[in-house]
T-cell receptor, first 114, second 110 residues
Framework: ETGVTQTPRHLVMGMTNKKSLKCEQH?????MYWYKQSAKKPLELMFV???????ENNSVPSRFSPECPNSSHLFLHLHTLQPEDSALYLC?????????????FGPGTRLTVL | SQQGEEDPQALSIQEGENATMNCSYK?????LQWYRQNSGRGLVHLIL?????REKHSGRLRVTLDTSKKSSSLLITASRAADTASYFC??????????FGTGTRLQVFP
């Protein structure tokens, strides 16, 4: 266990549904990240939050809406998704201490959009 | 744009053999990290090498870094079936994010 939890672990949703992914870190870290991992593609950074402020939005479609209410929690709200959004969504955190930017990952949410 | 490119994309070996994976990157870095991912799970940090280091060891892992060639290698010695996973390099350019490579899928047969 890395100290980063994600729920749910698996999610199947239709294109008209609204759902949310949750990430929680118990490590006292300042930065949290959402990544998308699709089959046969590199890991794609979606959003970065630093001290609850969004510092990166990597041209992500507006059907993905992140929320970071505090440094320990990160959400990804999903609505009107497309089948190509099916992927493993990974959350990560790090302490942002100087030059050692080691990231701690959660187990991921496997999302299937029908 | 993708920073790290791992080579090979896939590697199959027998238990006890050594596995070597390579990573190339494009820009200046503060450090380079290697991560492991078991199928369908999150990534786990393995080892970090700073830009002023050339080699680092951790257990059965040996990492080298050649900043002149912008490349790194990960060597796993005496591999075990449990080492079967995907391995990713990630570069830290001094911002608040890492740039991950495409990964090498390692299969170790008993």
């Amino acid at each position: 266990e890395t100290g980063v939890t994600q729920t749910p672990r698996h999610l199947v949703m239709g294109m008209t549904n609204k759902k949310s992914l949750k990430c929680e870190q118990h490590l006292g870290h300042n930065a949290m990240y959402w990544y998308k991992q699709s089959a046969k593609k590199p890991l794609e950074l979606m959003f970065v939050y630093n001290f609850k402020e969004q510092t990166e939005n990597n041209s992500v479609p507006s059907r993905f809406s992140p929320e970071c209410p505090n440094s320990s929690h990160l959400f990804l709200h999903l609505h009107t998704l497309q089948p190509e959004d099916s992927a493993l969504y990974l959350c990560a955190s790090n302490a942002q201490r100087g030059a050692y930017n080691e990231q701690f990952f959660g187990p991921g949410t496997r999302l299937t959009v029908l | 744009s993708q920073q790290g490119e791992e080579d090979p994309q896939a590697l199959s070996i027998q238990e006890g053999e050594n596995a070597t994976m390579n990573c190339s990157y494009k820009t200046s870095i503060n450090n380079l990290q290697w991560y492991r991912q078991n199928s369908g799970r999150g990534l786990v940090h393995l080892i970090l090498i700073r830009s002023n280091e050339r080699e680092k060891h951790s257990g059965r892992l040996r990492v080298t870094l050649d900043t002149s060639k912008k490349s790194s290698s990960l060597l796993i010695t005496a591999s075990r079936a449990a080492d079967t996973a995907s391995y990713f390099c990630a570069t830290d350019e001094g911002t608040d994010k890492l740039i991950f490579g495409t990964g090498t899928r390692l299969q170790v047969f008993p």
